[in-house]
């Protein structure tokens, strides 16, 4: 079958296409990419990842009879990084390319892909927001902030523009380099970027067509779990820092969530007071969330109710603390936004659970619960 077609040469290319429920799209796919492939002067074959989505994909794929195209059905450990990852695993091209089934991606931009590896990057990415990038207007603004944000949590993993992006290509010796490869996060170029440590990351303006078969299967489960993957990271790269780390993207995110939902509160009518304290539960609950999850040993022997309520106990001080200075700066400083109030309060209550993470016997707690 294709990935093993034939003599492999050093420039053979295998494109691992991570599918789920895509039997609409596939066909278009697999033309496009024939297009190219016919004018690309070196061998280039197809690994479809399929989380067995019985729906037809199989047949279609095995009913066209292109011998440069293999459909893998997986059973176990499904989901997208899952699928990606052991995709690149299983290619055999000395080039390794992933891109999606939905024709977000445009098989026509592989060639400058390739082309960029040849220049000597160790990592090119298929951007949307690099100059010549675009998207398709139909990204609600709601989506565009959120893969902003996205990007911007990314930022001290990588300068790259787009790091969301899951049109990518490497050389598989770079992807060799990999160590510790963990399939939680479905941002799996960011996965590779941070520890297959690519120095020299190239990023092609793509255009990022909206999908037009088919449904997305992006939940707001993978988006906690970007979060998961990003705290990872961060300790990946900056494990010497790992208390400090945990504590800046603990408190960033909540600081985050906080200001988000006062500018919510305040905006549908809630008077200030009433919209800093429900700002504050807010993050709180967030804060346990993520504490939950990052650390699932500390109070995984207690329900959830239990846990929340030791968490809002121990949090308890930092919290009252963080509405009281919010509460003196709105009412002493004149006509501060109150976002700015609400960053005073956060501030003093940082410093104040900093301090006690450090000296007191809570510390642990405190540390986390920033
Ligand atoms: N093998 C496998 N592929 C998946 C899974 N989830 C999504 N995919 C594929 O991964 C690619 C990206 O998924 P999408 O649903 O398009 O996610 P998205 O691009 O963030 O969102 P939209 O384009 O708006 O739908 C597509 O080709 C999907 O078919 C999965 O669990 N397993
Ligand atoms: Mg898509």
């Not at 944000?149 to 060799?176: C, I, Q, Y």
């Not at 970027?193 to 707001?220: M, N, W």
Request: aromatic fraction near 8%; charged fraction near 20%.
């Amino acid at each position: 079958m294709s990935t093993n077609d034939g003599e492999q040469s050093d420039r053979s290319v295998t494109i691992v296409v991570p599918t789920y429920r895509e039997v609409l799209s596939l066909p278009h796919l697999l033309d496009r990419i024939a297009a190219v492939r016919a004018k690309a002067g070196r061998p280039i074959d197809v690994l479809v990842m399929d989380d067995d989505s019985q729906d037809g994909s199989a047949e279609l794929v095995a009913g066209r009879g292109e011998r440069w195209v293999e459909l893998c059905v997986r059973t176990e450990r499904r989901g997208l990084g899952a699928a990606v990852l052991d995709g690149l695993r299983r290619a055999r091209g000395s080039v390794l390319v992933c891109m999606d089934a939905d024709l977000s991606h445009p098989p026509e931009a592989l060639p400058q892909l390739l082309r960029s590896l040849e220049d000597g990057a160790d990592f090119v990415l298929g951007s949307r927001y690099v100059a010549g990038g675009t998207t398709s207007d139909e990204w609600g603004l709601l989506r565009r902030l959120n893969s902003r944000v996205a990007t911007w949590l990314a930022r001290p993993l990588t300068p790259v523009s787009d790091p969301m992006s899951g049109f990518f290509a490497l050389p598989k010796r770079v992807f060799e380099r990999g160590t510790e490869l963990s399939p939680v996060g479905y941002k799996i170029a960011l996965e590779l970027i941070v520890k297959c440590d690519c120095k020299h990351v190239v990023e092609t303006p793509i255009h990022f067509e909206q999908r037009r078969y088919g449904a997305s299967k992006l939940t707001l489960e993978q988006q906690l779990l970007y979060l998961h993957h990003l705290h990872r990271l961060y300790v990946f790269k900056y494990g010497a820092w790992r208390q400090l780390v945990q504590f800046v993207f603990v408190g960033g995110m909540g600081t985050a969530v906080n200001l988000l939902a006062l500018t919510a509160l305040v905006a549908a009518g809630l008077a200030v007071r009433e919209a800093l304290a429900a700002a504050i539960f807010a993050s709180m609950c967030f804060n346990f969330v993520l504490h939950r999850r990052l650390r699932p040993s500390d109070g995984r022997r207690l329900a959830w109710p239990q846990h929340f309520g030791v968490f809002v106990a121990v949090s308890s001080v930092g919290a009252a603390l963080n509405f009281v200075v919010a509460l003196l700066v709105v009412a002493h400083l004149p006509f501060p936004a109150v976002q700015l109030a609400a960053l005073c309060g956060i501030a003093a209550a940082t410093v104040v659970n900093f301090l006690a993470s450090r000296y007191l016997l809570l510390r642990e707690a405190h540390v986390r619960a920033a």
